[in-house]
């Protein structure tokens, strides 16, 4: 009989379908500590599970490792839920996970601590990011469980505050591996409703495991890309998560949460009573004060006597126009005085005063003659004195000093 030959292929799929058809393999929670951690650029984690006396590879792909809450370090205890099978091309089985925690309380501290600084780093707890609460809301959505003791405080507590506000109930799971991707469906609903004006997410006390989901980053991340306002409300006052530290606002406890987002109806109406007599007040003490300026102004003499200021206005004008008059008469005056001390001046240099006085003007042709080197023997010249004119030839011209010695 001659036997079958298989390829490593075959043998490798052959086995790799028992595996992922085994009931236990198929659905399995493993506990160990991480060991060769490796994050791949492509976003899936790579590491290997490990006890005191075996180890497992272990892979997780991209989609599962950004839904946890932390990031796997060497050294660390976890729990990991997932499926066995194998690696066709290698032949090696390994655990294909899907859910990772930190397991006991120092892990789950750890695992909060390196989340809360890493988010931190981020600015996701900037506190200038931070939206303000409104002081009146109409609708204010809550994220709760709605099988727990928190929505019964949030209900009673908005009630006997303010019954006119409308309370919209989210029911979202706040515990377990669901949790998570459960609050985050409710921030992106209400997100895309934009009917309410604050958000409540929280659930009542329990252990640190039972509030692990709000340590949750991909929580976190809703949380913080809310376009509305979040107050985060989960435990009791002494317990802290992560979506308190990136919430808008922290509550101590569901009710104290109702207690902040809800304004009180009474104090609502003391506020306006409050307004009203501050507001009648001032108007009261504005129509006081008017009716005084009104009563001192009726006293003025001008009220009693109207045409007494008409008649000192008049008097002032004409006050006016005679002292224009007056400057005016002596501006004149000047005026006057200083054009006739000018005709004086000009008289007392004109030629015509000139020649009256015995003196000669001497012309050539037309022109004054007022050096010798004007004119030439033989020239003829006019001659204007007081009484008429003398139309001469030169015969003969010299300076002074021959004038003398012919003298």
Known sequence: MKAYIYSVSQVNRYIKNLLEKDVF?????????????????????????????????????????????????????????????LY????????????????GKGALYAAFEQLKARLEKEGLFDVLKKKKLPKYPKKIAVLTSPTGAAIKDIIKISKRRNPNIKLIIVPVLVQGNL?????????????????????????????????????NETVARAVFKSKIPVISAVGHETDFTI??????????????????AVPCLDDIKNRVLSFYDELLYSFESKIYSYEN?????????????????????????RGFYDDIDKAVF???????????????????VSPTNVIKRGFSV??????????????????IIDIELSDGYIKSEIIEKGDFDAKKENF
Not at 59 to 84: C, H, L, N, Q, R
Request: with cysteine; net charge negative; aromatic share 12%.
């Open 293 to 317: 300026r009104l009563r001192n102004v009726l006293e003025f003499s001008f009220f009693k006597r109207p045409m007494d200021r008409v008649f000192d206005m008049k008097k002032q004008i």
């Open 179 to 215: 949790a998570p991707q459960s609050i985050c469906d409710g921030l992106k609903l209400i997100n895309r409703y934009k009917q309410v004006d604050v958000i409540i997410l929280g659930r009542g006390g329990g252990s640190a495991e039972d509030l692990w989901c709000f340590n």
């Open 243 to 260: 979506t308190d530290f990136v919430a808008d606002f922290r509550a101590s406890t569901p009710s104290a949460a109702a207690e902040i």
């Open 88 to 103: 066709e091309k290698t032949g090696q089985y390994q655990l294909y996970a899907r859910i990772m925690e930190p397991t």
């Open 330 to 348: 002596c501006k004149k005056e000047n005026l006057e005085t200083d054009l006739r001390n000018l005709i004086l001046r000009l008289e007392s």
């Open 362 to 379: 001497v012309y050539k042709d037309g022109i004054p003659i007022s050096s010798i080197g004007d004119v030439l023997e033989r020239d």
């Open 25 to 85: 393999l198929k659905d399995i929670f493993i506990q160990a500590e991480i060991s060769n951690f490796k994050a791949h650029g492509s976003g899936h984690f790579y590491f290997t599970l490990k006890d005191e006396y075996s180890s497992i590879n272990v892979v997780m792909y991209k989609s599962y490792a950004e839904e946890i809450g932390f990031f796997p370090e060497d050294g660390m205890m976890v729990t990991v839920y997932g499926y066995i099978s």
